[in-house]
């Protein structure tokens, strides 16, 4: 039984807050004719040896700053498995750069097994998921020309993919009816990360570490019950 408590109490311990942990997302915005590639949100480092802007309609912009009023960056270590709040989950499609690139998800947070496509891939799109609330953990990716990009940076071969924002408040400053959170994918190499931008509502972020704990103390209790009946 003390050994048992150790190993709750050290689990505990590392699921505890870290350091954020947040991806540089840079400034690309460049004439892409007819228009500007918009930026995810402004203030961001400009990434060496991208376009400079120039000409075009209907001009650079940001997307969350044309869009909502405050929002806060989360964590990269807290943003890559998700659960259904209670059910209902409602995603739409706000900007993309990129028309191959679709949102989907999967309930095996671990390997990304069985991708479920919503077939979201263009601004003004909206789908309902459903997943068991309150229950079943799930991770987002995007899809396109036979490569899928996950929020579990793990499944990318460590490289993070998706960055998140939780929206505080709507352009007229009041706050989201629902728990109301930006995801924002990465397709290439210029990490902008607003190659997918989905506004997604009644769902939130798991820390990964806390799901860990999970699995954890259901293999400690489960040994022992088994040592207590040898």
């Not at 929206?167 to 009041?174: C, E, H, K, M």
């Not at 990490?191 to 999970?214: G, K, R, S």
Request: with cysteine; net charge negative; proline share 6%.
């Amino acid at each position: 039984m003390k050994r048992l408590i150790f190993v709750t109490i050290v689990c505990a311990f590392m699921a505890g807050p870290v350091l954020a942990d947040l991806t540089p997302v840079y400034n690309t915005t460049y004439n892409v004719n007819p228009y500007y590639e918009w930026d995810l949100v402004s203030g961001l480092p400009d990434l060496p040896g991208a376009p400079s802007p120039g000409g075009g309609s209907p001009g650079a912009g940001d997307i969350l700053d044309s869009l909502y009023g405050s929002w806060t960056r989360i964590d990269d270590d807290v943003d890559q498995v998700w659960q259904d709040l209670d059910g209902g989950m409602k995603v739409q499609a706000k900007y993309t750069s990129v028309t191959a690139f679709t949102l989907g998800y999967s309930l095996n947070e671990l390997t990304g097994v069985g991708f479920v496509n919503t077939g979201l891939n263009l601004v003004g799109e909206t789908a309902l998921i459903n997943v068991v609330p309150n229950s079943d953990l799930f991770i987002w990716g995007a899809s396109g020309a036979g490569v899928t990009k996950w929020s579990n940076e793990a499944l990318n071969g460590g490289q993070d993919r998706m960055v998140t924002f939780r929206i505080d408040t709507l352009l007229g400053g009041a706050a989201p009816s629902q728990p109301t959170y930006v995801i924002g994918f990465e397709d290439g190499t210029d990490w902008d990360y607003q190659d997918l931008v989905v506004e997604i509502t009644n769902c939130a972020p798991v820390p990964v570490p806390a799901a860990v704990l999970m699995g954890i103390l259901g293999l400690g209790v489960a040994g022992f019950k088994l040592r207590k009946f040898a």
